[in-house]
């Protein structure tokens, strides 16, 4: 019986060795991946600062080479790949923000391994509370890995690899480029100059002629394949109109502040405003693409600390309500700040509309910034669970696709563009004066 025990003993301790292993083999992971993020975020800000700062051609050419890398994000997605499953069914995954929890897993273990109680009459092992509970886990997670087994077994059944057509894809390419940038064949809503460098934009909208099109096309591809489906069809449009409404705001952010102020916003009495050079004209995008980021980033770090409590595990189980509140405050904070500073210095982010004299405006838009970039987030990784994907692409290395990275920072640009617009060509427009 002493045998026995000490046996038992001897295979819990193995077992922790193992936790306590694979616990540090984490934490390396945690640290590489960080390292990877970090030098390709340098990567990034050396191609995209150029190109928001020179503005013109250059940053559209950018932009079209995004919606090119979008759309095949987009058309990858719904593919079946059996390399790119969430493994969130099969083990459980370390928290990025709380790494804590890992710890805590290893001395329960640990615990338990001190409560083994063994009956000498009767030579059964009583278990503990903290065992039964562990036991019934293992159940459960039995059970859902049959379960997720059946599952992949049926999506590899009906999707088999298979890529969608040629035609889906030649669709998806045009539809996209044209719906960004339809608005530069209106000269009445896009301004160029001879040198090419300065673009005005006035609005973002989409031709309601092509976005019929659209539909009917891709609507007429369901007839004639057997494999495209309704519900792609449905996917496609839905995600395919709001990337391309959204790569637009981008645009209209970094081309919007001079020409907007000049024709709604400015007095008659007033004169024509001018921003000394070409990258005072980008403060615009910078403020709302780096109010996104930052939020991201103040998030994680106040998660990482002191992030406790989940705020949606079913979509993402990494974000925790402290690290909601604390990015969405502390990028608020900042978001304001930089207002003010720019005002101060004698360029403001959007003259007569995000400046000290309209400070009001300054704190609301900064606000919605930060929320809506995790509301963002979160509709982005609810299409990554349905689709059982990890990342929609690979072109980032530790950040995975450019949907992956630029989620709330798309969805933030559009937000943020329609509540420009929304009070410059409104009533509202009294407000501001």
Not at 148 to 173: A, C, H, Q
Not at 245 to 268: K, W
Not at 366 to 376: A, D, E, F, K
Request: net charge negative; with cysteine; charged share 20%.
């Amino acid at each position: 019986m002493n045998e026995q025990n000490h046996e038992t003993v001897e295979k819990t301790a193995e077992n922790n060795e193992t936790s306590v292993v694979s616990a540090t083999e984490e934490k390396k992971k945690d640290k590489a991946s960080l390292k990877t993020r970090i030098i390709t975020a340098l990567v990034l800000l050396c191609i995209g600062v150029p190109c928001i700062l020179i503005g013109g051609w250059l940053f559209t050419a950018f932009i079209l080479i995004i919606t090119c890398a979008i759309t095949y994000e987009i058309l990858r997605a719904p593919i079946f790949n059996p390399k790119n499953m969430v493994q969130d069914e099969k083990k459980e995954a370390v928290s990025e923000e709380n790494p804590k929890e890992n710890q805590e897993d290893v001395k329960l273990q640990e615990e338990k391994a001190e409560e083994i109680v063994v009956n000498n009459e009767s030579e059964e092992k009583i278990l503990t509370k903290k065992e039964i509970k562990a036991q019934k886990k293992k159940e459960e997670k039995e059970e859902r890995d049959k379960l997720y087994e059946v599952i992949t077994d049926y999506e590899k059944e009906i999707f088999r690899n298979r890529k969608f057509s040629i035609i889906i894809y030649v669709t998806m390419y045009v539809m996209m480029i044209s719906f960004v940038f339809w608005l530069y064949t209106n000269p009445s809503l896009v301004q160029f100059s001879g040198d090419g460098f300065s673009i005005i934009m006035y609005d973002i909208r989409i031709s309601t002629l092509a976005l019929a099109f659209f539909v009917a096309l891709l609507f007429f591809n369901v007839l004639i394949e057997d494999d495209f489906t309704v519900h792609h069809a449905c996917y496609l449009f839905t995600l395919g109109i709001f990337c391309s409404i959204a790569i637009q705001s981008v645009l209209f952010l970094r081309y919007c502040p001079e020409g907007l102020y000049n024709l709604m916003i400015r007095d008659e009495s007033e004169p024509l405003f001018h921003y000394d050079n070409f990258m005072e004209q980008c403060l615009l995008l910078i403020y709302v693409v780096g109010g996104a980021l930052i939020t991201d980033a103040y998030a994680y770090f106040v998660g990482r600390t002191f992030g406790k409590n989940k705020l949606n595990p079913r979509i993402s189980p990494k974000k925790t309500w402290e690290g909601f509140v604390g990015g969405c405050v502390l990028a608020s904070v900042t978001g304001i700040a930089f207002c003010f500073i720019c005002d101060a210095l004698g360029s403001p982010v959007l003259k007569g509309l995000l400046d000290i004299n309209h400070w009001y405006w300054c704190i609301v838009f900064s606000i919605l910034i930060s929320v809506v970039s995790v509301l963002g987030d979160f509709m982005f990784s609810a299409i990554k669970r349905f689709y059982k994907i990890k990342d929609f692409g690979t072109i980032l290395p530790g950040h995975g696709g450019l949907l992956d990275r630029f989620d709330s920072v798309l969805i933030t640009s559009l937000v943020t563009s329609c509540l420009i617009l929304f009070i410059v060509y409104s009533p509202w427009n009294a407000l501001i004066k």
